[in-house]
């Protein structure tokens, strides 16, 4: 707050390219937070080289970006390690998005409670909605949290359907996590989740929606919680994204164009800049993976 206080006595200009490049400056950071949680993760499996593991993270954007709701990043990531270790470490990344899962609920929820609780607009009648949405929250985010933090559990449920237990020996590996492993994977997580609202926040100060900082505080984490409920692929996302903050800002009296503009910038740095240089890198990586682990 106070380096936002600091740019204020900045020309309009001076300070808007200031702010947007103090948000460009946090991508690295928020994907080398993404990239040590899950070389965390994996390293039971196969040891690896930070830049290696930040490389792998970039690799899965790509193929995130055109899965749903970006499930795929993790299809990106297992081609950096060894054949025999791919499907195991695709269980091992799942964590990985679980606690970010988990992070976003529960942030999510605790934001539209302090929104209800200080009168804040939102854009649909008070009563029932906000109770249904709020309970169902915390009732997704429980019983996540639960399976998280129990993963034997989770492998138990996986196998519970027929069709998936052939997989019983690479899920095992879930079996191998420490409650105290999880804990400290979520705290990161929380971290990660930390860093990318504040991005949000820089963003919309750059390009002026009219919205005190504390006031977007609240409002960013409950557009996440709809972003991540509702299914997007490709262009959908930042439609989606564009939507809900354009539902969620209004209300409040902000200028449409700057949170249109802070929402897109936010989605491009972050997701469509890393998930172009994670193309590249993704077709280098299948090239080494024919060349020394085999066709």
């Given amino acids: 707050m106070l380096a936002l206080q600091v740019l204020r006595g900045l020309p309009d200009d001076g300070r808007a390219m200031m702010l947007v490049a103090s948000a460009l400056v946090l991508v690295p950071v928020n994907w080398g937070i ?27 954007t790509s193929i995130g970006l055109v899965t749903p709701n970006r499930t795929g ?6 081609l950096f390690l060894k054949p025999g270790d791919r499907v195991r470490g695709g269980f091992a990344t799942a964590l990985g998005s679980i606690a970010q899962f988990v992070i976003t609920l529960l942030a999510g ?20 909605y906000s109770a249904a ?22 492998r138990g449920s996986i196998l519970a359907l027929p069709v998936l ?4 020996r690479p899920s095992a590996v879930l079996n191998t996590f420490r409650r105290i492993e999880l804990l400290e994977v979520l705290t990161w997580s929380a971290l990660r989740y930390a860093v990318f609202t504040f991005q949000y926040l ?13 006031t977007t505080m609240l409002v960013v984490p409950v557009i996440y919680l709809v972003a991540t409920i509702v299914p997007t692929v490709l262009l959908t996302e930042i439609g989606v994204r564009g939507s809900a903050a354009l539902a969620f800002f209004t ?14 910038t936010l989605w491009a740095i972050n997701l469509v800049l890393p998930a172009a240089v994670g193309g590249v890198v993704l077709v280098t990586a299948r090239i080494r993976a024919q060349g020394s682990d085999g066709p």
């Fill in 133 to 154: 949405l709020i309970s169902l929250t915390c009732l997704v985010a429980a019983g996540t949290l639960v399976l998280y933090l129990f993963p034997a559990l989770m």
């Fill in 109 to 128: 929820v605790t934001a539209l409670v302090a929104l209800l609780a200080t009168g804040h607009p939102l854009p649909w009648p008070e009563g029932w």
């Fill in 251 to 264: 209300p409040l009296g902000a200028a449409p164009e700057g949170v249109l503009l802070a929402t897109s």
């Fill in 165 to 168: 237990r052939r997989l019983e």
């Fill in 34 to 60: 993404e990239s040590w949680k899950w070389r965390r993760l994996v390293q039971r499996l196969e040891p690896l080289r930070p830049w290696r593991a930040f490389l792998a993270t970039v690799a899965g």
């Fill in 202 to 214: 820089l963003l919309c100060e750059a390009f002026r929606i009219g919205v005190a900082p504390m």
């Fill in 73 to 78: 990043e993790f299809l990106g990531r297992v």
